[in-house]
């Protein structure tokens, strides 16, 4: 069984620019969260896919975006980047159609991005 | 005020001490609990996971919930240096169909040798 992975490692960017952060969720599960960490916080969700669709959204602005694929991998996408934006950004697999332990969400070791 | 409250840290501790580390919370909500172990510059790793007030425990670690009085715990016993890291509660309003986990902001733990 393979765990989550994500993609790039690292990422440096400038304001203004656009950026594409890619996911592949644990083997078997349907539902990819992402999440922003900033340094020394914890971290802040973004969104989540479950089954190619949107399902739930947190306090991000409409340039976060994001895609589902049919084998459940996943992208964030973010437009016009800001400084502010710099942060690792995690990516986490579950599968709660199962319930219990099932829907606990595993991550991946984050794309670390740079706005300058 | 945030919805999960987690002290940052420092925390040093000499190897062999046992470690309490908590959380409260507000969202009486809240159903699903996780501590997540974070090494630096790395994704966070699942400790344990509770669904209601009690103790698991899990080799040297136990989890506490307190729903009453909206406070989670988490003891490590006989600490190691390879313990150090940074230690995230989560939690969630739901088990199921779970969407969205509230982290705290994490509290640095360092064991030394």
């Known amino acids: 069984e393979t765990g989550v992975t994500q993609s790039p490692t690292h990422l440096i960017k400038t304001r203004g620019q656009q950026v594409t952060l890619r996911c592949s969720s644990q083997s078997g599960h349907n539902t990819v969260s992402w999440y922003q960490q900033a340094l020394g916080q914890g971290p802040q969700f973004i969104f989540q896919?479950?089954?190619?669709?949107?399902?739930g959204r947190g306090n991000f602005p409409p340039r976060f975006s994001g895609l589902q694929f049919p084998n459940y991998s996943s992208e964030l996408n973010v437009n016009a980047l800001e400084l502010d934006d710099s942060a690792l950004y995690l990516c986490?697999?579950?599968?709660?159609?199962?319930?219990?332990?099932?829907?606990?969400?595993?991550f991946g070791p984050g794309t670390r991005l740079t706005v300058l | 005020q945030k919805e999960v409250e987690q002290d940052p840290g420092p925390l040093s501790v000499p190897e062999g001490a046992i470690v309490s580390l908590n959380c409260t919370y507000s969202?009486?909500?809240?159903?699903?609990f996780m501590w997540y172990r974070q090494y630096s510059r790395k994704g966070p790793e699942l400790l344990m996971y509770?669904?209601?007030?009690g103790n698991k425990e899990d080799g040297r670690f136990t989890a506490q919930v307190d729903k009453s009085s909206k406070y989670i715990s988490l003891f490590i016993r006989d600490s190691q240096p390879s313990d150090s890291a940074t230690y995230l509660c989560?939690?969630?309003?739901?088990?199921?169909?779970?969407?969205?986990?509230?982290f705290g902001t994490g509290t640095r733990l360092k064991v030394l040798a």
């Open positions: 989560a939690m969630s309003p739901s088990t199921s169909g779970t969407y969205k986990y509230i």
């Open positions: 986490a697999s579950s599968l709660p159609e199962t319930g219990g332990s099932a829907d606990t969400q595993y």
């Open positions: 509770t669904y209601s007030s």
């Open positions: 969202n009486s909500a809240f159903q699903y």
């Open positions: 896919y479950y089954r190619e669709e949107e399902n």
